[in-house]
């Protein structure tokens, strides 16, 4: 009896557990639905400083091409949140020399969304973030970000490093120290382009901002979402105090 009583046990032990990760994925399902449209593509033109002056005025009066890609997100009317080392004009060696560069070369970035220059309004290097302000005006709602995630829990990121939505899963990990700074990881895949995609929950909060990928353990590194929350504060408080000034 013991026996039996213990193997019935667990039978619905387990079709519960099934049952809350169907529904963890249905609500992720929702919520990339939600928030997939307030995912854009960051384009990036990098070249070589100092230029001479008559290539400098070519390529001024060319088309604008583009020669790397990012992703960034809504976070108030024309507003976009990005990755400050996305914005940074710093490239490794090996990307220098994929762009035609030398690994020395100094850079300057000219930085598009929606084909337009964006501009760049505040960033914070050490917790890897940047604001744009963009040409198109867009009304969306103020992201609500999650301060401290919970270990497994279910999360969901949305790229757009180009014309395509790209949408991973995956679950909260921990903190994690890197270079200085204090990040969270996540165990969920990345790939070039991802840097400054939001990462959400299954509640819709970000929990972070996708920053770096450690391929030896297999983590993303999220900047945290209460480092990009006081981000967008103290922007705000910057506003206000010029308004009042």
């Given amino acids: 009896m013991k026996r039996r009583a213990r193997y019935l046990f ?12 169907s529904s963890a994925q249905d609500t992720l399902t929702k919520i990339a639905k939600q928030n997939k449209s307030h995912t854009i593509t ?3 033109e990098f070249t070589k400083k100092n230029r001479n002056p008559m290539l400098k005025a070519l390529a001024a009066v060319g088309a ?4 790397g890609h990012a992703t960034g997100f809504f976070v108030g009317d024309g507003l976009v949140m990005t990755s400050y080392h996305v914005v940074s004009g710093k490239l ?3 990307k220098k020399r ?4 030398k690994p020395d070369d100094e850079l300057e970035v000219k930085i598009y969304v929606n084909d337009c220059q964006a501009k760049v ?6 917790a890897d973030l940047a604001l744009l302000r963009i040409c198109s005006s867009r009304q969306v709602q103020r992201p609500v970000f999650r301060a401290a995630p919970s270990q497994d829990e279910q999360l969901l990121l949305i790229a757009q490093p180009g014309g395509e939505k790209l949408i991973r899963r995956g679950s909260f990990n921990g903190s994690y120290a890197f270079g200085g700074s204090q990040y969270w990881s996540a165990k969920i895949d990345g790939q070039d382009g991802f840097s400054g995609s939001p990462v959400y929950n299954d509640q819709g909060e970000i929990v972070g901002v996708f920053s770096l990928y450690d391929y030896a353990r297999g983590v993303a590194l999220l900047s945290p979402g209460i480092k990009a929350q006081r981000f967008l504060e103290a922007y705000d408080a910057a506003g206000i105090q010029s308004r009042l000034q």
């Fill in 10 to 21: 667990f039978v619905p032990a387990a079709l519960l557990i099934f049952s809350l990760t």
């Fill in 42 to 44: 960051v384009a990036l």
């Fill in 64 to 67: 604008v091409t583009p020669n």
């Fill in 92 to 94: 490794n060696a090996n």
């Fill in 98 to 101: 994929l762009l035609g560069l």
């Fill in 121 to 126: 309004v505040k960033v914070d290097q050490e």
